[in-house]
């Protein structure tokens, strides 16, 4: 018995889904390095295919070619900031998945915040409308007469 939990437990972690990361080994630079510095700013930046993935992570052709222009610019000496400023000229903004907070970057943060804000007012609002519409059609207590009628109904099923 233990060995067929043991052999299940494997099995389950085999099955779970490891990192994923798209960099194929002939990307990798042989300097440790540099290649850390190339996978910081890869996940920094966004796949315009995939669009909701790094292009660290992505394995669309137009990644592979971003993340081997982060290595060849970082082998050319470039900072991390001029890489990062190499690609935003040439792509816009949008690469960033992390936009930063400018002018025109506003709207991008600020929506949430108002949608969140807006439906919570909506719930608090809908909640205390309903609460009133409880309180002020309030049922009164039945008389006697209605009580014994309804004992009646009660009995005659």
Not at 17 to 26: D, K, N, R, S
Not at 90 to 96: A, C, D, K
Request: net charge positive; hydrophobic share 50%; aromatic share 6%.
């Amino acid at each position: 018995m233990k060995k067929l939990w043991l052999v299940f437990v494997l099995l389950c972690l085999s099955l779970a889904p490891g990192p994923a990361c798209a960099v194929q080994p002939g990307e990798i630079l042989a300097d440790p390095a540099l290649e850390q510095r190339a996978r910081e700013l890869s996940v920094e930046l966004r796949c315009l295919v995939c669009q909701n993935q790094s292009i660290d992570d992505s394995n669309a052709p137009l990644a592979r070619d971003l993340r081997l222009v982060v290595r060849e610019r970082l082998v050319a000496g470039d900072t991390n900031d001029q890489v990062m400023r190499y690609v935003v000229d040439r792509y816009g903004e949008f690469i960033l998945l992390r936009p930063p907070l400018r002018m025109g970057t506003l709207l991008l943060w600020i929506t949430p915040l108002v949608v969140l804000g807006a439906g919570l007012a909506w719930i608090l609002v809908a909640w205390r409308r309903r609460s009133r519409i409880t309180v002020e059609t309030g049922a009164a207590p039945l008389t006697e007469a209605e009580r014994m009628a309804l004992e009646k109904i009660i009995e005659g099923r």
